[in-house]
């Protein structure tokens, strides 16, 4: 008669393989649960694609987060696979600079350590230095506050938008949105592409908004033909989705807060002020944040809106 082995090592493994799939269970929705718990996030509850949405700062989550909240939702959301397009709005109650992750050692760094430049040179030595926060993804700092509108948007890995693309034409489809929707409001823009895209200079190559990649977008000078960037986008992707960040300068931004903060010299500051612009000062007439989501949510679609 046939008797099963008793050896141990044989009887674990056996054990390991049957229980695999079951821890594999629970530690997923342990990992849910501990992000959702953190944030306080609820499922989306609007499947709508946007008839008669109502855009106002409560319907489309549009309230005032600060960027550390930001980026651990991002990275929560990224945590579980990704059923159905979403997006989540972002406004910011103060100042803050997101870094990218190679930047996350200046965190750390004592604040009168720097940069080298002399003091001279330097942003106020005494005016205030704003908050770092870390996100998971590359490239340059982002200086957040008032003055930025931004939005996470979450995709899941095989939707048509996503698919098939590279990972710079995977922007063309959101720059043309952001094109159509300031035509609309009454701006002149355009979204650069790939065999025009303007490289941040070196000097500035640590600031976000110093370089302009494929499908973000531009205004150019009037007076100078420079184009001057008003929306950015990042991108991240993982095996449970694709998560696309958008940002619009909506007022002026205070660069030179990030400079100071960064240990960069004021003119450096004021170059990027000139390579950037906002919506109000290119705007015929004042646009809040909600009349612009509302213009481009149409051109988002399918897209399912998720609130706290």
């Not at 000139?274 to 897209?303: E, G, H, I, K, Y």
Request: glycine share 8%; aromatic share 6%.
């Amino acid at each position: 008669m046939y008797r099963p082995r008793r050896d141990p090592v044989w009887h674990v493994a056996g054990l390991l393989e049957t229980m695999a799939p079951i821890l594999a269970h629970h530690l997923c929705l342990s990992d849910r649960w501990i992000c959702r718990k953190r944030m306080n996030i609820t499922s989306p509850t609007h499947e709508g694609h946007g008839e008669g949405l109502s855009l106002t700062a409560e319907a489309t989550g549009a309230s005032d987060l600060d960027a550390a909240r930001e980026q651990r939702w991002n990275e929560c959301q990224l945590a579980e696979p990704v059923l159905q397009p979403r997006m989540k709005v972002w406004t910011y109650r103060e100042g803050a600079i997101v870094l990218g992750r190679s930047q996350h050692a200046l965190a750390d760094r004592p604040a009168d350590g720097a940069g080298g430049s002399s003091p001279e040179n330097l942003a106020d030595s005494d005016a205030v230095r704003l908050p770092l926060v870390k996100r998971g993804a590359g490239g340059g700092a982002v200086l957040v506050g008032p003055w930025l509108l931004s939005a996470s948007l979450l995709l899941p890995l095989d939707d048509p938008r996503m698919a098939m693309t590279s990972v710079a034409d995977s922007y063309r489809w959101l720059g043309e949105a952001m094109v159509e929707t300031l035509g609309e409001l009454g701006v002149t823009a355009r979204a650069v592409p790939p065999a025009e895209r303007i490289p941040a200079p070196e000097r500035l190559a640590w600031a976000c908004f110093a370089g302009v990649a494929p499908w973000e977008v531009v205004v150019d000078d009037p007076a100078t033909g420079v184009a001057r960037k008003l929306v950015g986008f990042a991108q991240r992707r993982s095996r449970h989705g694709v998560l696309l960040a958008l940002g619009v300068l909506v007022q002026p931004a205070p660069w030179r807060l990030l400079a100071q903060t960064l240990g960069h010299p004021v003119a450096l500051a004021d170059e990027l002020a000139a390579t950037t612009v906002d919506l109000a000062s290119v705007s015929p007439r004042p646009v809040s944040n909600d009349d612009f989501l509302a213009v481009l949510w149409p051109r988002l679609q399918p897209m399912s809106l998720m609130t706290d």
